[in-house]
């Protein structure tokens, strides 16, 4: 065997070696790890009103989608504008008018009804494009997670909500928590697209107070951190506030209505939940 031939192999297969066992540079040897992410629902702020003849299309639309994706939609149906107010020769609000729907209604701006707003991006949108949407926004993942626990004393009517807020690692979230009453199953007016009005037109989803105020409160969590936040509503006195706005408000139902809970930003909504005021109740 030609000993040079030996030499140049040994040497080759040193110098492999010693390049096998070289240690790499610190950015070649991490592996990067998205953040952990769960699962984002999508609001819907439906802004309606019983005398807008086309507002039970987007009602309609709102049941379809719920049907087709579960409680990852959560619909609010804020009766709001002149068509829930003060329409032509009406000389109080209809019953589910609130003062807070026609503050959101005036801050989105609403041109005309039905409209509804996509987890609070991209302004006020027909009910015909809600579904692409509400389709593209769950293609997008949160980085917050949300428990809500309600407990409920139907004696002294008072309702204690404890919301658990989750960042996930490697997130941090800044924003407002929004907590809202919503109820089910009102059976009142409507106007309907043919012209007719329906007495006993069953209203879901209704909006029917806030919790913590109307724009919600702060909240900020550092990567993988948990805050609870603890709050009381006596749903009697509420209701007396209400009537003093709307004087044919109806009255609160317990087992027919949720809790709405949703963190959102200037981007946004983070991430949004409903929860039943009774968790047992049959809806």
Known sequence: MNFNILKITAIAAFALAAVACDEKDTDER?????????????????????????????????????????????AVGLHSGRFAKLPPLRKRPYPLWTADGDTYYNFWNISSQP?????????EQLYQAWSSLVEQSLQNKSNLAIDVTN????????????????????????????????????TSVQYLPDGTVDEEYTHNHVFRCNVNGTWGEDVTLASSETKT???????????????????????FVAEKMSVVAFVYNSYGVVNVVQVPLIPTANK
Request: aromatic share 6%; hydrophobic share 35%; proline share 4%.
């Open 115 to 123: 409209k509804g707003v996509i987890n609070r991006t991209g302004g």
């Open 151 to 186: 407990t409920y004393d139907a004696a002294t009517s008072t309702l204690k909500i404890s919301t658990k807020l989750t960042a996930m690692p490697e997130s941090t979230v800044e924003g407002k928590l929004q907590l809202w009453l919503i109820q089910d199953g009102i």
């Open 30 to 74: 991490l592996t990067y790890v998205p953040p952990v992410t769960v699962e984002r629902g999508v609001l819907i702020e439906d802004f309606t009103g019983q005398a807008c003849i086309n507002c039970p299309y987007a009602t309609d639309e709102i049941h379809e989608l719920q049907q087709h994706y579960g409680n990852k939609v959560v």
């Open 229 to 251: 936040i603890e709050k009381s509503i006596d749903l009697t006195q509420k209701l007396s506030e209400l009537r003093q706005d709307n004087a044919d408000a109806p009255d």
